[in-house]
């Protein structure tokens, strides 16, 4: 239903009325943190300002949810929001949105989706998808998103394509405690995975990133632990003290 009065207002509006200003708008959001009722926690539900659980701070966030037509919408202006993790292990984090750009004048259909920066990190897992005839939602509620791109190819009128959504999530291990902040932007990020969605009209980018922060994290590959220390040490003077005793 959302396509087909999305395309009816782009074929009036393209039709009798001037071309507007370009607005990216937010037609849905929720965040995954250990899957704990996503349906309920932390996801749109058309209140403002949003239900969030304590875990989730988006007060870096523009929630503000796309107008019904003919509102003039105004640009989303993005943002971030940073999930905080106690200590426990094979945690999971995801971000789930659905962004339209150009909307005033390409409406919800005419958007092309991408990644950057791959193949994703060990751990990392992200899915675009059309949001009206996918599972993307599903696999996203459901901690199982599935590393596939089906709309990777903008399509214009008659046949338009796409309507784009995306989710990007994260499993990790936290031995005290961590953050995963997620960030959209019209700017791409500097380097790292992350995914890209563009309108085939007029070129307008935005992306969508993650960054993990831990505290008091194990110790790095390859360097042991103290008591392992502890033992090498005790070994290597073993080791001295024989090699003076044969040479004596």
Same mark, same amino acid.
């Given at each position: ?19 507007? %200003?370009? %607005? ?30 304590? %875990? ?38 995801? %971000? ?8 005033? &004048? ?8 991408? /990644? ?8 990392? /897992? ?6 009206? /005839? ?14 596939? &791109? ?48 563009? &309108? ?18 194990? &110790? ?29």
């Amino acid at each position: 239903m959302k396509r087909l009065f999305a395309l009816l207002a782009v074929v009036f509006a393209m039709a009798v009325l001037p071309q507007c %200003a370009s %607005a990216v708008v937010l037609q849905d959001w929720c965040f995954n943190v250990n899957g704990v009722s996503v349906l309920t926690y932390a996801c749109n539900q058309g209140i403002m300002p949003p239900v969030l659980g304590a %875990a989730v701070n988006g007060s870096g966030f523009d929630f503000s949810l796309a107008e019904a037509p003919p509102n003039v919408n105004v640009d989303n202006t993005l943002g971030s929001v940073v999930v905080t993790l106690g200590p426990g292990m094979s945690q999971y984090v995801a %971000a789930y949105m659905d962004y339209d750009l150009n909307y005033d &004048n390409s409406g919800s259909f005419q958007d092309s989706g991408t /990644t950057v920066g791959g193949p994703a990190p060990a751990g990392v /897992t992200w899915e675009l998808d059309d949001p009206n /005839t996918s599972n993307i939602f599903t696999d996203f509620a459901n901690s199982a998103l599935a590393n596939t &791109n089906n709309v990777g190819t903008y399509s214009g009128p008659p046949d338009v394509c796409c309507d784009v959504a995306w989710a990007l999530g994260v499993n990790l291990d936290v031995a005290t405690s961590a953050t995963v902040t997620f960030t959209v932007s019209k700017t791409a990020p500097a380097s790292g995975f992350y995914l890209e969605q563009t &309108n085939g009209i007029d070129g307008e980018t935005i992306y969508l990133s993650e960054s993990v922060q831990q505290q008091g994290g194990p &110790n790095p590959p390859g360097v042991p632990e103290p008591g392992t220390l502890s033992l090498l040490a005790a070994g290597l003077a073993g080791a001295f003290l024989l090699r003076k005793r044969i040479a004596a």
